[in-house]
């Protein structure tokens, strides 16, 4: 071989070897991708509905348990103080959810029937999700199946045993199975929220929702999903596992945790949801989500062949936590405080601090590890208390304080812990971070033996933005809602959110393009806060907001004097710089203007003026909504046309209208559920004989005619889904909570009642309830011919 082509080969040889570990190198970084926490939904004991309710609660006093009520009675009758008594509870006490009976069915499109046999913990799951997801600014939009997974810690599904409790059977229905079983708890969410991203249960008891985490993290690195939902649930029902948890002497007789202090004698049960919204940290910078915190790592273990499957394993917690720290590249010095399990158990703390102290207390630190527990103010969630620690360490890295983990009326520290030895602090009052950088650690040990450890950090300061919207620039606000009183009540929430933002822009660029639109709605513009609140409740005031529905295209209507326009289109362009108004001297200003409105969702047609006092205008059934006018200020003209065409039910895209670098708020109100009762007592007592058999005989379906088979059709919907009233037959089948096992019930009365059996196969559910009705009675009828033309 020459020495040239030696020569060549080695260069080349050279730089494939760069590219081969640039590659590598790429790999292991998107491995070890941060992530961002965008946003966050929670139900929690005490009342706790949102971020801010659960801040002020952390850094007040008390704690939220309460006595078991009227709603518990299984709990309420196994309740014996003496905790020597086979088959009962010593506890009276825990930290319960306020309502957990009430949900809004229709706003997901669930029948009251499937509401009620569904447990509370899906219920819950449902709502935090679609808050965390509007918090995040994430707009769901069912049909388009956003690519985002859902992660749920789950252990226990109580709610569902009273059915079949006493060995009464006639209570279950084919919603029995989907109503409390583990799977649905993520697939539900997915499926009401139309996500396309992976859908997992997770069940390694306490540690529960920080494995989803872990898993959830997984995915997203992997490229599986753009979004992902983390979130964990328990609600405290059974008696058999409340009985069981005291004959272990595993619960606190006063039904409060203790982590840390003398005084641990067990856990204290609690109750409770929570659901966090995470993405690429670099995807969600680019998107200007809201950073409430960076996940740096995680790991996710087990305890192996310990001294016993509930014990825990000191050895087993120290590998999980360094196993994080290699994840998330951060030295043990680099953590500054730990949200640790903290059940406050005799054994359980020591345990937990030794193994804090081999890993964080023995590297160089210039300050102690300040260690806490939620569970000493809000009870154990069991299953749900990962997401409940990590909502609160989002909240701590988000606002730069560490709330007290104790008070003085706690008494001393557990003795068990040589305090005076380790570097470990439990902070007895609140007070800034320890630390510049702030980052922190929270873990989770399962009763079964799988632990998870996670570490978070602040995101770095959003930098200063200098192309941001200009002094007294004119907004349009967009509120919707499903009905009338949810968008009364949204509006009003709004409305004093505004009125206070320090960030209009986020604010209504927020509630533009980070909320699903609904067909009650209502729009208007303002310069400040207080205007558009006060503009918001006079359109709402001013009639019906959604009756009327736009259509796709409307007429664009033009001056035909050329320099007025291009006039109006340049002054357009300079106070909406985000609309596609070209910028090329000589531009056509029509053309402009059109490609704008096409950007904005609107498809027009051109048309002359016929009138001289605009130079633009939009018109739909003969209406004209004016756009540009020589006089008027040309954002105000415009944007009050988008506010018209939204309120009329228009699609609009109006992401352009985003000031540069406006990120999404996100702290704005959520959506406005309006909840009802939706409940099975406990314990279900007493059988029937079933609704078809009290009916009697089947009526041939010959005897009856067509009327009074569609009105039997429809009493029998409205009966099968347990609705109040009768059900629109205008409406979605699948609207008014309609499903496959809804069609199902519906076919069989039909058999019992008429005698005749028709196929599931061809029915189509996706239509509306009328068309599906009359569909359903020539099926009866045709069925009805053909088995007279047999007999004969």
């Not at 992902?228 to 409060?256: H, T, W, Y």
């Not at 670099?282 to 950073?291: N, S």
């Not at 520290?413 to 609140?430: A, F, G, M, Q, T």
């Not at 406005?672 to 007592?681: G, L, N, T």
Request: with cysteine; hydrophobic share 40%.
């Amino acid at each position: 071989m020459e020495p040239t082509d030696l020569r060549s080969l080695v260069q080349e040889q050279l730089v494939l070897t760069r590219r081969l570990k640039a590659q590598v190198r790429e790999l292991k970084e998107q491995g070890r991708a941060p992530l961002a926490v965008v946003g966050a939904g929670l139900r929690l004991p005490g009342g706790l509905t949102t971020p801010d309710d659960y801040w002020s609660f952390l850094n007040g006093d008390g704690d939220a348990t309460r006595e078991f009520g009227e709603d518990r009675p299984g709990l309420r009758a196994v309740h014996d103080p003496r905790p020597d008594r086979p088959g009962t509870s010593y506890v009276s006490r825990a930290a319960l959810l306020d309502d957990v009976a009430s949900f809004d069915a229709a706003f997901f499109g669930i029948s009251r029937r499937e509401a009620q046999s569904l447990d509370p913990q899906q219920r819950l799951m449902l709502e935090a999700s679609w808050e965390a997801m509007e918090r995040a600014g994430i707009a769901i939009r069912r049909g388009e199946r956003l690519d985002a997974g859902v992660f749920v810690g789950i252990m226990a599904a109580e709610y569902t045993d009273r059915l079949a409790r006493g060995g009464d059977l006639t209570g279950i229905d084919p919603y029995y199975g989907t109503g409390g079983g583990h799977a649905f708890a993520a697939g539900r969410v997915s499926h009401a929220l139309g996500l396309s991203g992976p859908a997992m249960s997770v069940d390694t008891a306490c540690s529960s929702s920080l494995v989803a985490l872990h898993y959830a993290a997984q995915s997203l690195r992997r490229g599986e999903c753009r979004y992902a939902l983390v979130g964990g649930a328990n609600a405290i029902f059974s008696p058999e596992l409340m009985v069981s948890l005291c004959q272990s002497r595993a619960l606190a007789p006063d039904g409060r945790s203790k982590p840390f202090l003398a005084g641990a004698d067990g856990y204290g049960r609690g109750e409770g949801v929570g659901a966090l919204v995470l993405m690429r940290l670099d995807q969600a910078e680019r998107e200007g989500r809201p950073v409430l915190a960076v996940l740096r790592g995680s790991a996710v273990n087990h305890d192996g062949a310990s001294s016993g499957l509930t014990v825990p394993n000191g050895p087993a917690q120290q590998e999980v936590i360094r196993s994080a720290l290699t994840d998330a590249g951060l030295r043990p010095e680099e953590v500054s405080y730990v949200e640790a399990h903290g059940t406050g158990t005799s054994l359980g703390d020591p345990i937990e601090a030794g193994a804090l102290q081999e890993v964080y207390g023995r590297a160089d630190r210039d300050a102690p590890l300040q260690v806490g527990s939620v569970k000493a103010r809000l009870g154990h969630l069991e299953a749900a208390s990962g997401v409940a620690a990590l909502i609160k360490l989002v909240l701590m890295l988000r606002h730069g304080t560490v709330p007290a983990a104790r008070v003085p009326e706690d008494g001393p520290l557990n003795p068990h812990v040589p305090w005076d030895s380790v570097n470990l602090e439990v902070p007895d009052r609140p007070g800034p971070w320890p630390t510049e950088a702030r980052v922190a650690g929270v873990s989770a040990f399962g009763l079964s033996g799988t632990n998870a450890h996670a570490l978070l950090s602040a995101p770095a300061p959003r930098p200063a933005d200098t192309c941001g919207p200009r002094p007294g620039r004119r907004e349009l606000v967009t509120v919707s809602a499903r009905d009338r009183a949810a968008l009364s009540e949204l509006v009003d929430l709004v409305g004093d959110h505004l009125e206070h933002s320090k960030d209009l822009a986020s604010a209504c660029h927020t509630l533009r393009c980070g909320r699903a639109s609904f067909a009650h709605r209502v729009a208007t513009t303002g310069t400040d806060g207080v205007e558009l609140a006060a503009n918001l409740r006079t359109a709402l005031a001013a009639g019906q907001p959604g009756e009327a529905v736009v259509g796709r295209t409307v007429t664009l209507r033009l001056t035909d004097d050329t320099s007025a326009l291009a006039a109006g289109v340049r002054a357009l362009a300079e106070a909406l710089p985000g609309l596609d108004l070209g910028e090329e001297p000589g531009a056509d200003p029509a053309a402009a203007l059109g490609r704008a409105l096409t950007g904005l969702g609107l498809r027009t047609v051109a048309g002359p003026a016929r009138s001289t006092g605009y130079t633009a205008a939009l018109e739909r059934e003969g209406r004209p909504h004016t756009l540009l006018t020589p006089e008027s200020d040309p954002d105000a003209t415009f944007l009050s046309a988008l506010a018209a065409l939204y309120t009329a039910g228009a699609d609009l895209d109006l992401s352009a209208l985003r000031p540069a670098g406006t990120p999404f708020d996100p702290d704005l109100p959520t959506y406005a559920f309006q909840r009802r009762h939706y409940w099975i007592d406990e314990p279900r007592t007493g059988g029937t004989a079933g609704r078809a058999a009290a009916q009697g005989a089947s009526e041939a379906a010959s005897g009856a005619d067509r009327s009074e088979i569609t009105a039997f059709l429809h009493d029998e919907l409205a009966a099968v889904l347990h609705a109040e009233e009768a059900v629109d037959p205008g409406a979605g089948f699948l609207e008014v909570g309609g499903d496959s096992f809804t069609a199902m019930m519906l076919l069989t009365s039909v058999e019992q009642r008429f005698g005749c059996e028709i196929e599931l196969d061809g029915l189509d559910t996706e239509s509306t309830v009328g068309t599906l009705v009359d569909d359903l009675a020539d099926r009866v009828i045709e069925a009805a011919a053909a088995g007279q033309e047999a007999s004969v």
